[in-house]
C-alpha cells in the first residue's frame, strides 16, 4: 500500500521521518512535488515482518510532506499530491493527516472549574465541561475515528450550525475502522473524534461549547479535514494522527510541550514501523463491513521492536505490477555507514515469485534496482517463468541500498557496484552473469558552461555515492586529468545532481542511470565520459554492476542461481514485450523510449556471461583502484566462481 502522510510544518513532518528512521526503516529522497516546489515529498518505506501470519497494508510505504497550516492549505497540497501521484502512474491508497494538536485533556472535566489567565475569557465549571470521549493527557497520540470540521458553519441566535443544517456539504469523514483501530493499536494511541478549526481555541468557554456538540472530541487541529476532503474526492481514505501539544482551552504558550509532544509523534510512526500493521485475527476485521462505532484503544507501552531491516511482502492474486499498489513506493536507507546517504537512497517491498523451486529456508532473499536493465533481466525468473529455477523474494533497492546490504551480509543474492565487491566477497560469490558492463555506458561529468577538465581544479563536485563505479572511475580520471585534484566532493541524490549544477549550487556533477539521455534538457555540458577514459586507457568494458550470491548457499545452488539468471536474461531478448510492464511499473523515468535505451546500453553480452573480457575489466577496476587507496586490494581468487 502507498500512503501520503500529510503534516502542516517542517517539524512535524521531520517528526515523522525521524520516528521510521529510528526504528530502523529506510528514507529515500527529498525532492518537490511536480508543478508545486513548495512542497517537498519526503519519500519513506517501513519495514514489515516476515511472518507467515503477517498479512498488510500492503508493505505500507510513504511519502510525507509539509502542506501549511489550516484546512485550505492543507487540502490543496493533498490534491497536488495526489494528482501528481496519478500522473506518475503510481496513485495512493491511503492518506494520513498527521501532527500535533491540541487535546481535550482528561483532568479539565475531573477538576472544579479551568483557570484563565488574565484577560480571557471567565473560566467555566468543570462540570460543564464534558467528559472526553477517551483518557487523553499532554503527549497522547490519537488515532481519529471521525474528522468533523467543527467551525465549518454559521452562528445563528440558536447557537452555531454546521454547514450541514444549511444544507451544504459535510461537515465529517469517518475513515474505515479497520485501519483507525490497526493504527491506533500499532501506534499505542486512543481514538476519539478529532476536530479541525480554523481558529485555535483559546478560552475555556469556547472548549465547553465544542465539547458540548462533539463529546466523544479528543483533540483539535487545523488540518485534517482538509486532507480528508481532498482525500475523498479522490476515492482515497483517510486517517489522522495527532500527538497532544497543550489543553484544549485557555491559551497558555508556556504551557505547550511541542518538543513531547513531537517527540511523541516520532515514537508513534517508530512504532507503526516496528509494528506489524496486519496479522491473521486482523483479516475479520479487515473485511468486515464498516461500522460508525469504533471502541476506544487504550494507551499501550512500548512495543517490542521487531527485527530491523528491509522487509519483503507477498502479493494478493493479482500480478504485482498491476495499479493495485504493489510496484511500491521506493525510498529508504538506514545504516551508520550510510548514514550521509540515508536521506536520498530508494527502498521498495515488492513480491515473491509465484511459481519455481522452493530452497532449503524458502524462497531466496534477492534485492535488485528498479532500473529497467534489472527489471528487463529478472522479469522472468521474478515471475516464475524460468523452468527449475529457485523462488524469489524480491526487494527492489537503489545500488548504494544494496551495497549496505550486502556489506551487513542482509540477503541471500543482490545486485551490488562492483566498486563494494573488496568489502563483501569474503561473505558472497560473484555470479558469472546478470550484472551490467558495457561500453559506451560510462557516468558523465557535467557543468554548467563550456569547461576543461583543468578548471575542476579545487571546485566542487557533487556525486550520487562515494561507494560506487561511477566514483572509482571519476577519481581515477581526476587524478590524470585535473591538477591537483577537484575540491570538495558532495553527495546528492543522483536526480538532484543535474538541477544542483544547473543552479550553481556547485561547479560539476558526476551523473549515471538516464542522465545521459536527458542532461541536456537542464542545458548543461558533458566535460568527461568516464567510459570513454576508462575505454581509451584500458580497452576494456566499463564494470557497473555486479550480481552476487552468498558463498553459504554452497557451490550446487550457486551454480543453479547463475543457470536461472543466465536463462532469465535470454527469455527477455527473446520476448521483450512480456518484461515491459515489470520494466514500465518500476522505472524510475517511466518513458518507454528511455527505458528502451537503458536497456539497449546496460543489457549485453556481458549480461549473459561476463567472459574473459568481462572478468579482465573488473579485475583491473579494483586494482587500479587499490592501487590509489580508493578500495581494499582483493586477494587471490577472490573473483573466482565456484
Not at 456539504?169 to 491506533?184: C, D, F, R, S, Y
Not at 500499532?186 to 465547553?208: D, F, I, K, N, P
Not at 458540548?212 to 483533540?219: D, E, F, I, K, W
Not at 566532493?489 to 536526480?495: C, D, N, R
Request: with cysteine; charged share 20%; aromatic share 6%.
Amino acid at each position: 500500500m502507498r500512503a501520503l502522510i500529510v503534516t502542516a510544518v517542517s517539524a512535524e513532518s521531520d517528526a515523522v521521518v525521524r520516528g521510521i528512521r529510528e526504528a530502523g526503516a529506510f528514507e529515500g529522497v527529498e525532492r518537490s512535488l511536480p508543478g508545486a516546489p513548495r512542497y517537498t515529498r519526503h519519500r519513506l518505506a517501513l519495514p514489515m515482518p516476515r511472518a507467515a501470519d503477517a498479512l498488510t497494508l500492503d508493505a505500507l510505504t510513504a511519502d510525507v510532506i509539509a502542506a501549511g497550516v489550516g484546512p485550505a492549505a492543507s487540502a490543496a497540497a493533498t490534491g497536488s499530491a495526489l494528482a501528481t501521484a496519478i500522473a506518475e502512474g503510481a496513485p495512493y491508497d491511503l492518506v494520513i493527516s498527521a501532527g500535533i494538536g491540541g487535546g481535550f485533556l482528561t483532568h479539565q472535566a475531573a477538576s472544579g472549574t479551568s483557570a484563565s489567565p488574565a484577560g480571557s475569557s471567565p473560566a467555566v465549571p468543570a462540570a460543564e465541561v464534558p467528559a472526553a470521549g477517551a483518557s487523553v493527557g499532554l503527549a497522547t497520540v490519537v488515532v481519529a475515528d471521525a474528522i468533523v470540521a467543527a467551525d465549518l458553519g454559521a452562528d445563528t441566535p440558536e447557537g452555531f450550525a454546521a454547514v450541514t443544517e444549511l444544507g451544504f456539504g459535510t461537515v465529517e469523514h469517518v475513515p474505515p475502522p479497520h485501519l483507525v483501530q490497526t493504527l491506533a493499536e500499532a501506534m499505542g494511541a486512543v481514538c476519539g473524534t478529532v476536530l479541525t478549526v480554523s481558529t485555535v481555541t483559546g478560552t475555556a468557554a469556547r472548549a465547553a461549547q465544542l465539547l458540548t456538540r462533539h463529546p466523544r472530541a479528543v483533540a483539535e487541529a487545523m488540518e485534517g479535514f482538509g486532507v480528508a476532503e481532498a482525500a475523498t474526492a479522490y476515492g482515497v481514505p483517510a486517517l489522522e494522527v495527532r500527538a497532544v501539544s497543550n489543553a484544549v482551552g485557555p491559551r497558555d504558550r508556556p504551557a505547550w510541550r511541542i518538543g513531547e509532544a513531537l517527540d511523541a509523534l516520532a515514537e508513534a510512526f517508530a512504532a507503526l514501523a516496528r509494528t506489524p500493521p496486519y496479522r491473521a485475527e486482523a483479516r475479520a476485521a479487515r473485511d468486515a463491513p464498516a461500522t460508525p462505532d469504533v471502541p476506544a484503544v487504550p494507551a499501550a507501552g512500548p512495543r517490542t521492536p521487531a527485527e530491523r531491516g528491509p522487509r519483503s511482502h507477498s502479493p494478493r492474486e493479482e500480478d504485482p505490477v498491476t495499479s493495485e499498489g504493489f510496484d511500491g513506493t521506493k525510498r529508504f536507507e538506514g545504516t551508520e555507514r550510510s548514514a550521509r546517504f540515508a536521506r536520498f537512497a530508494r527502498f521498495e517491498h515488492s513480491h515473491r515469485s509465484e511459481g519455481g523451486q522452493r530452497g532449503d529456508d524458502g524462497p531466496l532473499r534477492i534485492a535488485y534496482s528498479p532500473c529497467p536493465n534489472d527489471t528487463f533481466v529478472f522479469d522472468a525468473w521474478a515471475h516464475g517463468r524460468v523452468p527449475d529455477a529457485p523462488a524469489l523474494d524480491v526487494t527492489f533497492a537503489d545500488i548504494d541500498i544494496t551495497n549496505g546490504m550486502a556489506e551487513r551480509g542482509e540477503f541471500d543474492v543482490l545486485k551490488v557496484s562492483y566498486a563494494v565487491l573488496p568489502w563483501v566477497l569474503d561473505q558472497y560469490a560473484l555470479l558469472p552473469c546478470g550484472g551490467a558492463l558495457g561500453r559506451g555506458c560510462g557516468p558523465l561529468v557535467l557543468t554548467g558552461g563550456p569547461a576543461r577538465a583543468a578548471d575542476l581544479a579545487g571546485r566542487t563536485v557533487a556525486v550520487p555515492s562515494e561507494r560506487s563505479t561511477a566514483y572509482l572511475l571519476f577519481r581515477l580520471w581526476a587524478a590524470a586529468e585535473v591538477p591537483g585534484g577537484v575540491g570538495e566532493i558532495k553527495v546528492l541524490p543522483f536526480h538532484e545532481i543535474m538541477p544542483a549544477v544547473r543552479d550553481g549550487s556547485v561547479d560539476a556533477g558526476l551523473v549515471i542511470h538516464e542522465a545521459r539521455f536527458t542532461y541536456q534538457n537542464y542545458g548543461l555540458h558533458c566535460l568527461a565520459d568516464m567510459g570513454e577514459h576508462w575505454e581509451a586507457t584500458t580497452g576494456l568494458p566499463i564494470p557497473l554492476g555486479a550480481i552476487i550470491a552468498k558463498r553459504a548457499l554452497g557451490p550446487e545452488r550457486l551454480r543453479a542461481l547463475a543457470a536461472a539468471a543466465r536463462t532469465s536474461v535470454r527469455m527477455a531478448w527473446d520476448d521483450p514485450l512480456a518484461a515491459r510492464p515489470y520494466v514500465l511499473a518500476h522505472a524510475q523515468e517511466m518513458d518507454p523510449a528511455v527505458a528502451d535505451q537503458h536497456i539497449g546500453l546496460y543489457v549485453n553480452e556481458f549480461t549473459a556471461d561476463l567472459g574473459e573480457d568481462g572478468y579482465a575489466a573488473v579485475r583491473g577496476l579494483l586494482t587500479r583502484a587499490a592501487a590509489d587507496g580508493l578500495v581494499p586490494a582483493l586477494p587471490p581468487g577472490a573473483l573466482d566462481f565456484v
